[in-house]
Structures are given as C-alpha cells and as structure tokens.
T-cell receptor, first 110, second 115 residues
Framework: DAKTTQPNSMESNEEEPVHLPCNHS???????IHWYRQLPSQGPEYVIH???SNVNNRMASLAIAEDRKSSTLILHRATLRDAAVYYC???????????FGAGTILRVKS | DVKVTQSSRYLVKRTGEKVFLECVQD?????MFWYRQDPGLGLRLIYF???????EKGDIPEGYSVSREKKERFSLILESASTNQTSMYLC??????????????FGQGTRLTVV
C-alpha cells in the first residue's frame, strides 16, 4: 500500500483558513486520495476524496498537485469544532483496505 | 441516517475471558473492517471482510479472530483476552468494487479494558 506523510500537529486560529498537507510520493495512477477526521471520543468520519482534480464539498476543499504526489485539505474557516485528528489515506480503485497513518492533530485557538 | 452500530460503548473483561465485539451496518455494504486504536499508534487494521464468510488478515491479527455469517454483521473475537488488548476498537464498512471512489463509515467505537 502506498504511504502518506503528514505533519504530526498543526495549530490554527478560529475563523481563519487551515491548509493541511499530505505527501504521497509513491501514489499509483488509480489511487484515490481520501481524507477522514476523528473528533475526540468518536469514530473517524469521511471528509472528502479526489483522484486528479480539485474537489469541494460542504466540509472542505481538496487541492491535488499536478503530479499527484501531494495534496492539501483546506478548511476555509476553522471553528473550534474542527479540532480533530485528520487522516490522509490512499485508496486503490478496487482496493478493499483502508490503511490509516498517524494523521495530523489540528488544534484550533479561539 | 446511515449507520454502523457497535454493540457496546464500554466493556470491562477479565484476563483469559473470551470476548465478542459486535458490529452491525444497515447500508448493505460488502466490506467490513475491524481496527484498534491506541495512543501514539493511530488506527491499525486487525481484520477485514469483503463478503459473507470471507475474511482477510490486516496488520495485527494475532490474538483475534472474526466471524461474518450475515452481510450486515461482523464480529471480532478475542479468544483469550489479555491486558495488552486493552484498546479502543472501531468497526467500519464500505461498498465493494470500485471502492476508491466511495467513502467508509465508522462506528462510535468500543473501549475495551482487560483487567
């Protein structure tokens, strides 16, 4: 399984945008880039995913580099409720496994 | 609302006991997963199943077994619980096939303490 690398932790101010980076230099052509987050005392929840083009949904935006070796999850206006561990995961087109790395702990200051 | 339901939120068991953790999903998903989560180690895959009666080992299957007799239910079994199996256990499910383009859904977790 292709690996991802994320910073251990990041800090943001409330109401400001947050850019969470992820490196995946060994990504294959059919791997999708997924992001999940885990709020305290809860199971992980899906945030967004993409293949090649940038993606937007109500929670976040995903910016994918042209060579697909890195991506960035963008929270447009961080709130205290966005404080969580964010996981960047690669998932093959037909792969069944979800393999989680250590993730990035996002702290949001008021 | 789509749901993955784990039978217990908190569980305390004694060393040597046989422990069953149950997970049920209502989305007709083929794939189901069991993870454990420990501080500093993140989520680690124990087993997953892609169909009834089918299973594959994940990264840390030792000391665990699984059962999938019905599509909606995936059970994790600790044959003889040990203190190093004290952990948060998370169940997840997703569609089979072109899964890269689909999301997975997680339960709320079972915090198991083995004393």
């Amino acid at each position: 399984d292709a690996k991802t690398t994320q910073p251990n932790s990041m800090e943001s101010n409330e109401e400001e945008p947050v850019h969470l980076p992820c490196n995946h230099s060994t990504i294959s052509g059919t791997d999708y880039i997924h992001w999940y987050r885990q709020l305290p005392s809860q199971g992980p929840e899906y945030v967004i995913h993409g293949l090649t083009s940038n993606v937007n949904n109500r929670m976040a935006s995903l910016a994918i580099a042209e060579d697909r070796k890195s991506s960035t999850l963008i929270l447009h206006r961080a709130t205290l409720r966005d404080a969580a561990v964010y996981y960047c995961i690669l998932r093959g087109e037909y792969g069944n496994k979800l393999v989680f790395g250590a993730g990035t702990i996002l702290r949001v200051k008021s | 609302d789509v749901k993955v339901t784990q039978s217990s939120r908190y569980l305390v068991k004694r060393t040597g006991e046989k422990v069953f953790l149950e997970c049920v999903q209502d989305m007709d998903h083929e794939n189901m997963f069991w993870y454990r989560q420990d501080p500093g180690l993140g989520l680690r895959l124990i087993y997953f199943s892609y169909d009834v009666k089918m299973k594959e080992k994940g990264d840390i299957p030792e000391g665990y077994s699984v059962s999938r007799e019905k599509k909606e239910r995936f059970s994790l079994i600790l044959e003889s619980a040990s203190t190093n199996q004290t952990s948060m256990y998370l169940c997840a499910s997703s569609f089979f096939g072109r899964v890269g383009n689909t999301e997975a859904f997680f339960g709320q977790g079972t915090r198991l303490t083995v004393v």
